[in-house]
């Protein structure tokens, strides 16, 4: 007898511990890092704002990411974007929302940041620079082009340091496609909120 296939587990935002209320600091430093693994995503798999409304609505965070313009406002917090119109402050219910759309999508795409992973180790090994690949070759430069375009600093950030920030997120990536990618994400927003 062939059992009924389960669908995934829906994390809610409670499932994402709080110990102290992030001060404005913290709170700066987890949009920015948020902001960042979007990047990356979108960088690797071409998601675009409306598969991340999409994702907020199968989490049922619709409240919370209601439309294009709320989400862009949200993005638009990050300390490292560029220009200050429509920047809002993003707050903690805010942010765990943007954790779970981030770990969804990342989930949904999973086996494109496997195979991206796979690849990036076996470039490593061989002493071949990751942009050699035509998977990493076109995320690394998605990835630099859109911070470029995108973040206060990307005029001057140097490809080198930008390759390493694109490279250090696509590992990241996997954790956060797993199970537990959005209590491992969220604590790691925690942690390097605190640094």
């Known amino acids: 007898?062939?059992?009924?296939?389960?669908?995934?587990?829906?994390?809610?935002?409670?499932?994402?511990?709080?110990?102290?209320?992030?001060?404005?600091t913290q709170l700066d430093n987890i949009k920015a890092q948020l902001d960042l693994v979007l990047l990356a995503l979108e960088a690797l798999t071409g998601v675009g704002s409306e598969a991340m409304l999409q994702a907020a609505?199968?989490?049922?965070?619709?409240?919370?990411?209601a439309d294009r313009v709320?989400?862009?406002?949200?993005?638009?917090?990050s300390p490292l974007r560029r220009g200050q119109?429509?920047?809002?402050?993003?707050?903690?219910?805010?942010?765990?929302?943007?954790?779970?759309?981030?770990?969804?999508l990342a989930k949904q795409h999973?086996?494109?940041?496997?195979?991206?992973v796979a690849l990036l180790e076996q470039m490593t090994e061989q002493n071949?620079?990751?942009h050699q690949a035509a998977l990493l070759g076109d995320y690394l430069d998605a990835f630099n082009n859109t911070y470029q375009e995108r973040m206060e600093d990307g005029d001057n950030t140097s490809p080198d340091i930008l390759t390493h920030l694109a490279l250090k997120l696509l590992i990241d990536l996997l954790f956060y496609s797993a199970a537990s990618g959005p209590r491992r994400l969220w604590l790691a927003l925690i942690d390097r909120a605190k640094k």
């Open 128 to 130: 071949r620079e990751p």
């Open 110 to 116: 999973q086996e494109l940041i496997r195979r991206a």
């Open 85 to 104: 119109g429509g920047r809002k402050k993003l707050d903690v219910e805010e942010a765990r929302a943007l954790v779970l759309i981030s770990c969804h």
């Open 57 to 65: 609505a199968d989490l049922k965070l619709e409240a919370l990411v």
């Open 70 to 77: 709320a989400l862009w406002r949200l993005r638009q917090s």
């Open 1 to 24: 007898m062939q059992s009924p296939v389960k669908p995934p587990a829906i994390v809610s935002i409670e499932a994402l511990p709080l110990t102290h209320q992030p001060d404005p």
